[in-house]
């Protein structure tokens, strides 16, 4: 069993920055694919970014201005979203998948076997 904890969400302004962490704690392991998904009110989930054998993988609305990075030291996935928009607005899920595969990455949340419980980002316009 893997246990994720998020944090870091919050209200900015459109432009604005947030740094969102995971900290990962119980079976863990380096070779697991770490990965962000986000959730707006009335939509589908949706892959944001995602990292594993220290390659990153991000979804094109994002690409540019988030980076998603990872600390194996300390089990902890972090999500540095700059110039952020109102579109951006969301609850904001860590995820993690075990057995990642190096070369291939992993977009689609059905793959992912643990998930937090979420943090809101909110971004005013």
């Known amino acids: 069993q893997v246990q994720l904890v998020e944090s870091g969400g919050g209200l900015v302004q459109a432009g604005g920055s947030l740094r969102l962490s995971c900290a990962a704690s119980?079976?863990?392991?380096?070779?697991?694919?770490m990965g962000w998904f986000r959730q707006a009110p009335g939509k589908e989930r949706e892959f944001v970014a995602t990292?594993?054998?220290?390659?990153?993988f991000y979804a094109d609305s994002v690409k540019g201005r988030f980076t998603i990075s990872r600390d194996n030291a300390k089990n902890t996935v972090y999500l540095q979203m700059n110039n952020l928009k109102p579109e951006d607005t969301a609850v904001y899920y860590c995820a993690v998948k075990s057995r990642a595969y190096l070369g291939r990455t992993y977009s689609d949340g059905d793959e992912y076997n643990y998930w937090g419980q979420g943090t809101q980002v909110t971004v005013s316009s």
């Open positions: 119980g079976r863990t392991s380096s070779s697991y694919a």
């Open positions: 990292i594993s054998w220290g390659s990153t």
